[in-house]
């Protein structure tokens, strides 16, 4: 059974204010994890779910959302079965449910991997919240 556990939002990231960072993890289990690219993306009230970040299974290749280039960074540890994604500089407007997953395309592109249609797997999804 696969699992995707996201953590470091919620309650765990504690009052989050404007310009702070954060660091969210994934550990994914029941899957060959360096066979599978990975993504993250976010949800927000009354909006659809977008991209922000993915990887390719090395990590050599990364691909960003506009609205976070620069400010976010997405790594792995294909030791750890864990995908990260660090937060900085963060805005009122990045306040969403955020979600990793997990895709086992072949191709290695932002037209794919920034394609939520193109993951197999997907966690249960973490609040962050930003306050001004």
């Known amino acids: 059974q696969v699992q995707l556990v996201e953590s470091g939002g919620g309650s765990e990231g504690g009052l989050v204010q404007t310009g702070d960072s954060l660091r969210l993890s994934c550990a994914a289990s029941?899957?060959?994890?360096?066979?599978?690219?990975l993504g993250w993306f976010r949800q927000a009230p009354g909006k659809e779910r977008e991209s922000v970040a993915a990887?390719?299974?090395?990590?050599?290749?990364?691909y960003y959302a506009d609205s976070v280039k620069g400010r976010f960074t997405i790594s792995r540890d294909n030791a750890k079965n864990t995908v990260y994604l660090q937060m900085n500089s963060l805005k009122p407007e990045d306040t969403a449910v955020y979600y990793c997953?997990?895709?086992?395309?072949?191709?290695?592109?932002?037209?794919?991997?920034?394609?939520?249609?193109?993951?197999?797997?997907w966690g249960q999804g973490t609040q962050v919240t930003i306050s001004s």
């Open positions: 997953a997990a895709s086992g395309v072949f191709r290695d592109s932002s037209s794919y991997l920034m394609n939520h249609r193109m993951y197999d797997y």
């Open positions: 990887i390719n299974w090395t990590g050599r290749n990364t």
């Open positions: 029941g899957l060959a994890f360096a066979n599978y690219c």
